[in-house]
Nanobody, 124 residues
Framework: VQLQASGGGLVQPGGSLTLSCTASGFSWENYAIGWFRQAPGKEREGVSCISSILGRTVYKDFAEGRSTVSRVNANRTAYLQMNNLKPDDTAVYYC??????????????????WGQGTLVTVSS
């Protein structure tokens, strides 16, 4: 089983990034995919979730309106586009397979598989 987030980097405040999550070794289409982040000294928190087949999405308040989550099941890949980035968005971002088809109970304690993270730094 492998999940790998990529696409992080240094971006200026107000800028945009698109993170990718690629997977192998499990039945991708059976799992909702969640995006999480962990800033230095803080607990890991959810950012967004997308259900497995219908692609229904959920966003945390801080991400609503400036983030878009998507997935291409044929490519076993999910994406998180983030706009208007702020210094508070600086964190390691992770993707994860949720223990469900949908996002009804998504969270860091309901994970089948965690991916390797990618660092996003928002700074001028």
């Amino acid at each position: 089983v492998q999940l790998q987030a990529s696409g992080g980097g240094l971006v200026q405040p107000g800028g945009s990034l698109t993170l990718s999550c690629t997977a192998s070794g499990f039945s991708w289409e059976n799992y909702a995919i969640g995006w999480f982040r962990q800033a230095p000294g803080k607990e890991r928190e959810g950012v967004s979730c997308i259900s497995s087949i219908l692609g229904r999405t959920v966003y945390k308040d801080f991400a609503e309106g400036r983030s878009t989550v998507s997935r291409v099941n044929a490519n076993r890949t999910a994406y998180l586009q983030m706009n208007n980035l702020k210094p508070d968005d600086t964190a390691v971002y992770y993707c994860a397979a949720i223990l469900s088809f949908d996002c009804a109970a998504w969270g860091p304690n309901n994970i089948a598989y965690w991916g390797q993270g990618t660092l996003v730094t928002v700074s001028s």
